[in-house]
């Protein structure tokens, strides 16, 4: 019966912490994970705090869990990705080259992982990805504190890594949106919707602009 109660709290926890995951609130969603996995020592939850602390840049603690998950299930793509990540940006390169080099063993025609192994192993391309999470990250904390003017700057830097980032130029949108400059904000979410047209949270940003600029 015990067990049983834990278990469902475990589980509710868990829950939590994915849909706060999901809105970008790391803080909480890590707080929710721990509470889970000290409920529940199950994979899942092990490979949640570490996705947890991946996003709160909180590398070496993040490490330390997705290669839990990543020695368990080495054919698991999300768990696997997840630790290729965490090594990158550590850079520990050779660590990260392996590691995507194990995942082409299981998936030998994937293109996404011919590309990522191709960027682990270029001296420059490599620095440039590791450089774009970084600031995309200090961006992303600036704008949660509502410190657009600061985000925003952080985030045309970013643009010289990784102009074709959806999500980057939807929260460059996002930001110019803020500021009430609408001509800005419609490029940027233009520019997104043109890479993923089926992407629903921009076409709500791009008919929530279009309506900015009628009145």
């Known amino acids: 019966m015990f067990q049983h109660v834990t278990g469902i709290r475990a589980e509710i926890c868990r829950k939590r912490g994915q849909k706060f995951l999901v809105k970008g609130n790391n803080d909480k969603a890590v707080k929710c994970f721990r509470k889970a996995l000290q409920l529940s020592k199950n994979t899942e939850n092990v490979f949640n705090l570490g996705l ?16 839990q998950v990543a020695s368990e299930f080495p054919e698991n793509v999300i768990s696997g990705l997840a630790y290729f990540e965490v090594l990158l940006l550590q850079e520990r390169w050779q660590a990260a080259i ?6 082409i063993g299981y998936e030998p025609e994937n293109k996404r992982f011919l590309i990522l192994k191709e960027m682990a192993e270029d001296v420059v391309h ?20 509502r410190k657009y003017k600061e985000a925003l700057e952080q985030y ?16 460059i949108g996002y930001l110019y949106l803020k500021k009430s400059n609408y001509t800005q904000a419609y490029s940027y979410f233009e520019k997104a919707l043109l890479l993923e047209p089926e992407n629903r949270k921009l076409r ?7 309506n900015k600029l009628r009145k």
Do not use: P
């Open 156 to 171: 045309e830097e970013v643009l010289n890594f990784a102009a074709d980032d959806v999500e980057l130029l939807n929260n």
């Open 126 to 145: 490599r620095e440039k990805y590791r450089n774009a999470k970084i600031l995309g990250f200090k961006a992303y904390e600036l704008m949660k504190q």
């Open 204 to 210: 709500q940003n791009m008919a929530l602009v279009r």
């Open 52 to 67: 947890g602390l991946l996003n709160q840049m909180q590398l070496k603690e993040a490490e330390e869990y997705l290669s």
């Open 98 to 103: 392996d590691q995507i080099t194990a995942l």
